[in-house]
T-cell receptor, first 112, second 113 residues
């Protein structure tokens, strides 16, 4: 079945540690995105990539890094520089037009 | 500037009809999406409008007026499982960032028996 997978579903880390969140898609979509969602807040764009080996900062890229070495994969690293990393992280992919984004199940990161 | 407004919360009764409104201001417009998000889960795609008018899909319909910067999502024959947040999102056509969506904060719908 085609879809987007994210792992793990829940992740706990100690403050000061870097952590990498996985996102894989087999939809053959060119574009991939990372969002962060906090309680009562909308989705905020962290990074996006429209093509392999290229990515762009979103609205809240500070403290995060990404890579796009393969079309299917777009991992997100939450670094120790991110001041408030505890959040629900969502990965999405799209192709277009019309550029509808389809989301993975999300990773809930808690930094202790 | 870019801005999307939708009500924070709404309550409706099982079996009834509810309309969730969304107004937007963007520097460019290439389409509007509605997503459903149940608590603790990822958003799922509901509808897409790029031309003015009503798009119907089963119990859900979405309307767009580009001249007014306005859309609504209409849910008929409400069921308890429709309790969720509904996100309005507009394609950001500015700056060459094709495909990027600007999301509203969502409307939390509670369906009561």
């Amino acid at each position: 079945d085609g879809g987007i997978t994210q792992s793990p579903k829940y992740l706990f880390r100690k403050e000061g540690q870097n952590v990498t969140l996985s996102c894989e898609q087999n939809l053959n979509h060119d574009a991939m995105y990372w969002y962060r969602q906090d309680p009562g807040q909308g989705l905020r764009l962290i990074y996006y990539s429209q093509i392999v080996n290229d990515f762009q900062k979103g609205d809240i890229a500070e403290g995060y890094s990404v890579s796009r070495e393969k079309k299917e994969s777009f991992p997100l690293t939450v670094t120790s520089a991110q001041k408030n990393p505890t959040a629900f992280y969502l990965c999405a992919s799209s192709t277009g037009p019309p550029w509808a984004q389809f989301f993975g199940p999300g990773t809930r990161l808690t930094v202790l | 500037g870019q801005n999307i407004d939708q009500p924070t919360e709404m309550t409706a009764t099982e079996g009834a009809i509810v309309q969730i409104n969304c107004t937007y201001q963007t520097s460019g417009f290439n389409g509007l999406f509605w997503y459903q998000q149940h608590a603790g889960e990822a958003p799922t795609f509901l509808s897409y409008n790029v031309l003015d008018g009503l798009e119907e899909k089963g119990r859900f319909s979405s309307f767009l007026s580009r001249s007014k910067g306005y859309s609504y999502l209409l849910l008929k024959e409400l069921q308890m499982k429709d309790s969720a947040s509904y996100l309005c999102a507009v394609i950001d056509a500015a700056g060459g960032s094709q495909g990027n969506l600007i999301f509203g904060k969502g409307t939390k719908l509670s369906v009561k028996p």
